[in-house]
């Protein structure tokens, strides 16, 4: 039972996708207990499992998936697989190793609509939650993708078997994807996005407070983010309930 369980406080809980670096054991089975019920994505950032004790990363996954968090490995390490021709190989280890869920995405190579699809029907065939990626890591490429093209990319990715879409944002929230150099949200590619697919079925990655509260302001309370830091999680669900000033008597 919580404190303060006298006051009407809403029960909000969007999707929250955070990132695991390299975290202790010891640490995540902590803080789990203090935010565990509000999370339900744990990603395996980057390449950081494949430099990692395997029985650690085993373990890990059984504590996150006692709070009953889907996890999964970062998309660069499918995107090195993907190019080596070790599509299949990556898609067993993952199973061994007990990862529910694959990312694909194509943020540092490139990958045409076919190959997507392709990869996504796989995936799906190996009993696998899809999580898509649309976005380049790079700047210089990022900013190559027009807005149609992302939504092309969003709605063939969902309409092909893709469970939910990332829109890549990053670490820093800055300069990629719907995020100018600021860090602050591009309003008329945000508008574009929320007029032309099922913002339901998207994630988007908001690392920082600004854009976690026009997100949540926007589109409502139950917004799927990602790339939450652990620091964030409480902090998140206290903006979705209207518990911080920023959302203050704007939740309903």
């Given at each position: 039972m919580k404190?303060?369980?006298?006051?009407?406080i809403p029960d909000y809980n969007g999707i929250?996708?955070?990132?695991?670096?390299?975290?202790?054991?010891?640490?995540?089975e902590d803080y789990l207990k203090i935010c565990g019920e509000y999370i339900n994505f744990v990603k395996f950032g980057w390449g950081t499992s494949a430099i990692q004790n395997k029985d650690i990363i085993m373990k890990k996954i059984k504590i996150y998936k006692k709070h009953n968090i889907k996890t999964y490995v970062g998309g660069t390490l499918f995107e090195l697989c993907y190019i080596q021709n070790k599509y299949e190989e990556y898609l067993k280890e993952c199973k061994k190793l007990g990862f529910q869920c694959v990312e694909i995405s194509d943020g540092t190579i490139n990958l045409d609509i076919k190959?997507?699809?392709?990869?996504?029907?796989?995936?799906?065939?190996?009993?696998?939650?899809?999580?898509?990626?649309?976005?380049?890591?790079?700047?210089?490429?990022?900013n190559k993708i027009t807005i149609k093209n992302r939504i092309d990319i969003i709605n063939s990715d969902l309409?092909?078997?893709?469970?939910?879409?990332?829109?890549?944002?990053?670490?820093?929230?800055?300069?990629?994807?719907l995020f100018d150099n600021k860090g602050?949200?591009?309003?008329?590619?945000?508008?574009?996005i929320l007029n032309n697919v099922n913002a339901e079925k998207i994630i988007f990655e908001a690392p920082h407070k600004n854009q976690?509260?026009?997100f949540i302001l926007t589109i409502g309370p139950t917004v799927n983010l990602g790339n939450i830091s652990y620091d964030d999680v409480i902090s998140l669900k206290t903006l979705r309930t209207g518990l911080r000033g920023d959302t203050f008597g704007l939740i309903k």
């Amino acid at each position: 039972m919580k404190p303060f369980s006298f006051l009407e406080i809403p029960d909000y809980n969007g999707i929250t996708m955070v990132l695991d670096k390299g975290l202790p054991l010891n640490y995540v089975e902590d803080y789990l207990k203090i935010c565990g019920e509000y999370i339900n994505f744990v990603k395996f950032g980057w390449g950081t499992s494949a430099i990692q004790n395997k029985d650690i990363i085993m373990k890990k996954i059984k504590i996150y998936k006692k709070h009953n968090i889907k996890t999964y490995v970062g998309g660069t390490l499918f995107e090195l697989c993907y190019i080596q021709n070790k599509y299949e190989e990556y898609l067993k280890e993952c199973k061994k190793l007990g990862f529910q869920c694959v990312e694909i995405s194509d943020g540092t190579i490139n990958l045409d609509i076919k190959e997507r699809n392709e990869v996504i029907k796989i995936a799906k065939e190996n009993d696998f939650t899809v999580l898509s990626e649309v976005g380049k890591k790079s700047i210089e490429e990022d900013n190559k993708i027009t807005i149609k093209n992302r939504i092309d990319i969003i709605n063939s990715d969902l309409k092909n078997g893709a469970d939910f879409v990332i829109i890549e944002g990053r670490e820093s929230g800055k300069s990629i994807g719907l995020f100018d150099n600021k860090g602050n949200i591009k309003e008329n590619d945000f508008k574009e996005i929320l007029n032309n697919v099922n913002a339901e079925k998207i994630i988007f990655e908001a690392p920082h407070k600004n854009q976690q509260v026009e997100f949540i302001l926007t589109i409502g309370p139950t917004v799927n983010l990602g790339n939450i830091s652990y620091d964030d999680v409480i902090s998140l669900k206290t903006l979705r309930t209207g518990l911080r000033g920023d959302t203050f008597g704007l939740i309903k």
